[in-house]
């Protein structure tokens, strides 16, 4: 996704320390001292780590992950699967 200068990445479907599935997002951006970025993880759909945000572009961040997470999920799932590249 690219939307006023913020570009999102997301992770393939992986495991965290307790062995739930998880799938990290960054949305990064560029600001006036450099790269500005947030993380966040899905399915808790809240941002774990920021530089430069301001908390009202962070809840709107976490919005975003909210009501697009399915779709999200869903296009993890295919990079989790080499075979789907072929």
Do not use: H
């Amino acid at each position: 996704m690219r939307s006023d200068g913020i570009t999102m990445t997301y992770s393939a479907i992986v495991r965290d320390k307790d062995n739930k599935k998880i799938v990290r997002v960054s949305f990064e951006r560029g600001g006036a001292l450099g790269k500005e970025i947030a993380e966040g993880l899905l399915p808790e759909c809240k941002i774990t780590r920021q530089n430069g945000y301001s908390q009202e572009e962070i809840l709107g961040l976490e919005e975003y992950l909210r009501a697009n997470q399915e779709d999200i999920m869903d296009k993890a799932k295919v990079i989790s699967n080499p075979l789907k590249w072929l």
